[in-house]
T-cell receptor, first 113, second 115 residues
Framework: LAKTTQPISMDSYEGQEVNITCSHN???????ITWYQQFPSQGPRFIIQ???TKVTNEVASLFIPADRKSSTLSLPRVSLSDTAVYYC??????????????FGTGTRLTIIP | DGGITQSPKYLFRKEGQNVTLSCEQN?????MYWYRQDPGQGLRLIYY???????QKGDIAEGYSVSREKKESFPLTVTSAQKNPTAFYLC??????????????FGPGTRLTVL
């Protein structure tokens, strides 16, 4: 099973770029990597998804090296409203065709004024 | 507005009682999911359904039951067999069954406390 490992917490100052790395050493060929953001007592919200190389949208970039054993979520110029928990999700289909989704433990990002 | 609704937001029950959590979506999504989240933990998959009248167990299905009689609705029953039911429960949906490749939309969650 593809398990994910993320730093438990990170601090950053407003206006800086923040990079959060997720390790997924056993990622399978057909797996995609997805990142979610969660505020306290709310459901997670989709940020970005990718398979390889680099993906960019209006809020973040996702960097995936050639071996795909890790991925890095990059948040440009963070603000206080980016304080949240960020989850790395690696999609995996088990041998029986069932969904086997693994949410990481999450990284608690705190933005300091 | 399109989205997912969960009710109630807070729920209190006595130990030994069954309780049903509601999840409704008007996004016309085929797939729906139930997760459990404990304090300081990630999300764990309880059950999921890719189509009406069909559902599959996730990692922690014991003590839970679901039904999918309508595309819009995916209620979760927490039975008395669930040893530690106090948690934050999240419902999600996606446009296609293979959530690994598609964005999941989450509801606001129901916080269940068993006294």
């Amino acid at each position: 099973l593809a398990k994910t490992t993320q730093p438990i917490s990170m601090d950053s100052y407003e206006g800086q770029e923040v990079n959060i790395t997720c390790s997924h050493n056993n990622i399978a060929t057909n797996d995609y990597i997805t990142w979610y953001q969660q505020f306290p007592s709310q459901g997670p919200r989709f940020i970005i998804q990718g398979y390889k190389t680099k993906v960019t949208n209006e809020v973040a970039s996702l960097f995936i090296p050639a071996d795909r054993k890790s991925s890095t979520l990059s948040l440009p110029r963070v603000s206080l409203s980016d304080t949240a928990v960020y989850y790395c999700l690696v999609g995996e289909i088990s041998n029986f065709g069932n969904e086997k989704l693994t949410f990481g433990t999450g990284t608690r990002l705190t933005i300091i004024p | 507005d399109g989205g997912i609704t969960q009710s109630p937001k807070y729920l209190f029950r006595k130990e030994g009682q069954n309780v049903t959590l509601s999840c409704e979506q008007n996004l016309n999504h085929d797939a729906m999911y139930w997760y459990r989240q404990d304090p300081g933990q990630g999300l764990r998959l309880i059950y999921y359904s890719q189509i009406v009248n069909d559902f599959q167990k996730g990692d922690i299905a014991e003590g839970y039951s679901v039904s999918r009689e309508k595309k819009e609705s995916f209620p979760l029953t927490v039975t008395s067999a669930q040893k530690n039911p106090t948690a934050f429960y999240l419902c999600a949906s996606s446009i296609r069954g293979r959530v690994a490749y598609n964005e999941q939309f989450f509801g606001p969650g129901t916080r269940l406390t068993v006294l």
